[in-house]
């Protein structure tokens, strides 16, 4: 009975439930860019404080009016993380961690699977507007959804899932308008491309290929209706006005908001702490168009044919488009160019480290929508073998960027993301998931009951679209049955994150940790000992579960100078505290076993707390390495934790502090090696840690002070970035 009602299940509800449920699997739920954490540090500060203002990262730096830092880039996505930092605030509430920002950013982080299942379901609307056929539609919103670059950036924090549904609403009501003629889409139209802009100022380009062709659709109408020349313009007046009044509002929210941070209405309002025209300037002589052209359509790192391979048969489809619908077709054309000339202009159109041409995902469903028209007579059944050998490459392609995690491999090798280099991480086990992880004990994957859970759903649902696509027509829909089945789905699914993800979230980070251990030792079995090292040291920051092997391992690799040990006999001889901000000896909290340093200040209020050895006899002009392990947790004050060296000339004269080691936010186990040569007058050595204007906790353990001997071989291991 349950199973006869479920053929009334609408094809919107099956697709979104399905994608939503495939981006959860693959989702990274952490932040791993500065400028991620800058939108979301915006976020958190206007629920948290009521303001924008955040704490400074290494990042990001900004200063505004006030005197502290401020983001530069637009409100739009920062506004819409609003609501889900909320859900992840009271989760925390509920099911305390010990920092919540890991559960604020794993519910944040819900916020691109959302939206992009979203564009999957506006993409299969919009290919049915078009005249598509039922099941055309269908199997091209699963193409968008699983073969195109449009996959792994559903697992991120970028904007380009909601830049890629503003464009493709805008795209759609326009359509709708010029069916319809009804007044409601245009303002929708002004709506959606005012908050395209809101998001991302640079997108204002795409308005006036709108305006221009609203502006035929209304001209068009009105000469079939036989309106007269003033009538004529009057309602192309009225639709123009209809369509910019919402983009000024929003534009004027912009303002507002930039002269709140920076007391002018025009700095920030383009991504940067400047005037945008300034910036375009500025930057300008810096571009290289023809390599850009180039490097964007055929290179093996960003060329877009590569990193969505089913868009090769776009051309063809829009082609057997203009010669169907010319009007529309040129439109879509003129979007994808004006979208396509202003990232050839850019000096940065590589897109930085991101996986594949990060700044052409938000055309994605434009390449792939007049694919629509090469399967709209019986005679075009060739094309299907052709688009389905496709689809399969663009599948794998799609499926080692949503399992690999950019930030790890800039970290170890220093490089943006390519295709082969992530397959070849890849291949060594360093994917990134909330749900699938690697051990090294036992059957070595592991699924988390959550991730069960997800792909048993997802198996269930893609039985059901099967059943569906099978039609050749849509069956009736319910909105009950449609209601019914969306929210016990998402029910079911959230019940289960929150018991399997949410709860047990330290447990999930370290079995994340256990996963880059695996692949740290495939590295080292290779040879490969600079990579093998960068995986060792970020399943340590993970808090991994084989912390000893680890940092055995590591030490092993990354050794200590060649020389004099020289011991750090009274490492407290000095303690200094201020307010509630305390020290001790911990000895439950180590990576030695021999006990850690531990600092702690309470949370949301500045202090310092440090301790510093008795002074240590040193010879000028002399090289000394530094070496230990740090911790920390929920460091999100003004200032850091941190190991230094002070010198002086045995008088207090000539001072100098060198910070060794800084370290802010949470983190499991870092271990830190630096060498410094003393000044000419340097006579003694102080060692000092502590927290230095800041809340949180630090623990220090394994300090070791080595006098380099010159006369001995000292040992260079090649460290990430590893080429």
Same mark, same amino acid.
């Given at each position: 009975?349950? /199973? ?25 739920? @952490? ?32 200063? %505004? ?34 920092d919540s920002n890991w559960l604020t950013m794993l519910w944040v982080g819900l916020l691109n699977p959302v939206i992009t299942a979203l564009v999957i379901v506006l993409f299969f609307k919009t290919a049915r507007l078009l005249e598509s056929r039922f099941t055309v539609s269908f199997g091209l919103a699963l193409v968008l959804g699983l073969s195109t670059i449009t ?33 409601? !889409?245009?303002? $929708? ?74 007391? =002018? ?55 057997? !488009? ?22 050839? !202009? ?40 052709? $688009? ?13 960027? @949503? $399992? ?11 490089? %943006? ?39 048993? %759903?997802?198996? /269930? ?59 740290? =030792? ?16 970020? @399943? ?29 006999? =009274? ?15 911990d000895s439950a909290i180590t990576i030695t076993g021999n006990g850690s340093f531990r600092f702690f200040a309470p949370a949301d209020k500045d202090a310092s707390v440090s301790i510093a050895s008795a002074p240590l006899p040193a010879v000028p002009n002399t090289a000394y390495e530094l070496s230990g392990w740090v911790k920390s947790l929920a460091i999100y004050g003004s200032g850091y934790g941190v190991v230094s060296i002070f010198e002086d000339d045995g008088d207090w004269g000539n001072e100098r502090t060198t910070d060794i080691k800084a370290i802010d936010e949470t983190s499991g186990w870092q271990l830190f090696r630096k060498t410094i040569t003393t000044l000419p007058t340097t006579r ?40």
């Amino acid at each position: 009975m349950i /199973f006869a009602r479920l053929r009334y299940v609408s094809a919107i509800v099956l697709l979104f439930l399905f994608f939503f449920s495939l981006y959860m699997v693959t989702m990274s739920g @952490a932040i791993h860019y500065g400028d991620e954490m800058e939108k979301y540090r915006v976020a958190q500060s206007i629920i948290e404080r009521g303001d924008f203002t955040f704490r400074p990262t290494a990042q990001r730096n900004v200063i %505004g009016v006030s005197g502290r830092t401020v983001s530069g880039y637009e409100l739009g996505q920062t506004l819409i993380e609003v609501p889900f930092y909320v859900l992840g605030k009271l989760a925390y509430t509920i099911f305390p961690v010990a920092d919540s920002n890991w559960l604020t950013m794993l519910w944040v982080g819900l916020l691109n699977p959302v939206i992009t299942a979203l564009v999957i379901v506006l993409f299969f609307k919009t290919a049915r507007l078009l005249e598509s056929r039922f099941t055309v539609s269908f199997g091209l919103a699963l193409v968008l959804g699983l073969s195109t670059i449009t996959f792994p950036y559903s697992r991120s924090f970028t904007r380009e899932p909601l830049l890629m549904l503003f464009l493709l609403w805008a795209l759609y009501t326009s359509f709708q308008f010029s069916k319809t003629f009804t007044q409601r !889409w245009l303002l $929708l139209t002004g709506l959606t491309l005012g908050s395209l802009v809101f998001t991302k100022f640079i997108h204002g380009v795409v308005i006036p290929i709108f305006l221009l062709y609203l502006l035929i659709v209304i001209f068009q109408r009105e000469q079939q209706r036989g309106a007269s020349a003033p009538q004529t313009w009057t309602a192309i007046l009225r639709g123009v006005l209809v369509v910019v009044a919402p983009g000024i509002l929003f534009l004027i929210a912009q303002m507002l908001y930039a002269f709140a941070r920076f007391g =002018n209405l025009t700095s920030g309002l383009g991504g940067l702490p400047s005037n945008p025209i300034d910036v375009i300037i500025r930057l300008l002589p810096l571009a290289t168009p023809v390599e850009a052209t180039w490097g964007l359509l055929f290179s093996l790192d960003k060329s877009i044919f590569l990193y969505s391979p089913p868009i090769i048969l776009g051309l063809v489809g829009w082609w057997r !488009w203009w010669r169907i619908q010319p009007r529309d077709a040129l439109f879509v054309l003129a979007l994808v160019l004006v979208e396509f000339m202003p990232v050839t !202009w850019r000096w940065d159109w590589a897109g930085g480290t991101w996986w594949g041409p990060r700044y052409l995902v938000q055309i994605t469903p434009l390449f792939v929508l007049p694919l629509g028209f090469l399967f709209n007579s019986n005679g075009d059944k060739r094309w299907i073998g052709i $688009l389905s050998g496709l689809a399969a490459i663009g599948f794998l392609v799609q499926m080692v960027g @949503a $399992l690999v995690n950019d930030r790890d491999y800039l970290d170890v090798t220093g490089l %943006g993301s390519t295709l082969l280099g992530q397959a070849g991480f890849l291949s060594r086990g360093a994917f990134d998931s909330l749900v699938l992880y690697l051990s090294p004990e036992g059957f070595p994957v592991r699924i988390n009951a959550f991730g069960v859970l997800l792909i048993a %759903g997802i198996l /269930f649902l893609a039985w059901l679209i099967i059943k569906r696509w099978r039609q050749d027509e849509p069956s009736q829909s319910s909105w009950r049955a449609d209601g019914i089945f969306l929210t016990s789905v998402l029910v079911i699914q959230m019940i289960g994150f929150i018991i399997w993800v949410v709860v047990p979230y330290p447990q999930v980070l370290a079995a994340k940790g256990d996963t880059r251990f695996v692949a740290a =030792n495939n590295f080292l079995a290779e040879g490969k000992r600079c990579e093998a090292i960068g995986f060792y040291a970020q @399943a340590l920051e993970r808090d991994t579960h084989y912390q000893t092997q680890a940092a055995a391992r590591l030490e092993q690799l990354w050794q200590p100078a060649q020389g004099k040990l020289i011991p750090i006999s =009274n490492p407290m001889m000095w303690i200094d505290a201020e307010g509630e901000a305390s020290f001790e000896e911990d000895s439950a909290i180590t990576i030695t076993g021999n006990g850690s340093f531990r600092f702690f200040a309470p949370a949301d209020k500045d202090a310092s707390v440090s301790i510093a050895s008795a002074p240590l006899p040193a010879v000028p002009n002399t090289a000394y390495e530094l070496s230990g392990w740090v911790k920390s947790l929920a460091i999100y004050g003004s200032g850091y934790g941190v190991v230094s060296i002070f010198e002086d000339d045995g008088d207090w004269g000539n001072e100098r502090t060198t910070d060794i080691k800084a370290i802010d936010e949470t983190s499991g186990w870092q271990l830190f090696r630096k060498t410094i040569t003393t000044l000419p007058t340097t006579r003694r050595l102080f060692v000092k840690m502590g927290l230095y204007k800041t809340y949180g906790t630090l623990w220090v353990d394994g300090i070791q002070l080595i006098q380099v001997d010159p006369n001995l071989p000292q040992p260079h291991p090649k460290l990430p970035p590893c080429k």
